[in-house]
Nanobody, 123 residues
Framework: DVQLVESGGGSVQAGGSLRLSCAAS????????MGWFRQAPGKEREGVAR????????DYADSVKGRFIISRDNAKNTLYLQMNSLKPEDTATYYC?????????????????WGQGTQVTVS
């Protein structure tokens, strides 16, 4: 079974940094793009960033460009999200996700595997 387990969330002051990790198992991690999504209270889940299979191509939501960096270590089956210059509006539950097939964008509906989420609170 595919398993995605996020870690690294927490509470931080505005301007601070956090690094999220997502440990993947149960499938060929390096064969699929990966994405980070987030959902704030009362809002729909939104795509934050995605990375190609070998990490050479990335894409970001406009709201996080220049502040967040998505990366992956295929040898460790782990996805990362480095979050810098955090703002209160970044407060949300963050999820890592894997698409059902070769899809490599940020359309939530095309991601079939999800982690349980990790909470990030910026004050």
């Amino acid at each position: 079974d595919v398993q995605l387990v996020e870690s690294g969330g927490g509470s931080v002051q505005a301007g601070g940094s956090l690094r999220l990790s997502c440990a993947a198992s149960g499938y060929a991690f390096s064969s699929r793009c990966m994405g980070w999504f987030r959902q704030a209270p009362g809002k729909e889940r939104e795509g934050v960033a995605r990375v190609s299979t070998q990490g050479r191509s990335t894409d970001y939501a406009d709201s996080v460009k220049g502040r967040f960096i998505i990366s992956r270590d295929n040898a460790k089956n782990t996805l990362y999200l480095q979050m810098n210059s955090l703002k209160p509006e970044d407060t949300a539950t963050y999820y890592c996700a894997a698409p059902r097939s070769s899809y490599c964008g940020l359309k939530e509906g095309l991601y079939g595997y999800w982690g349980q989420g990790t909470q990030v609170t910026v004050s």
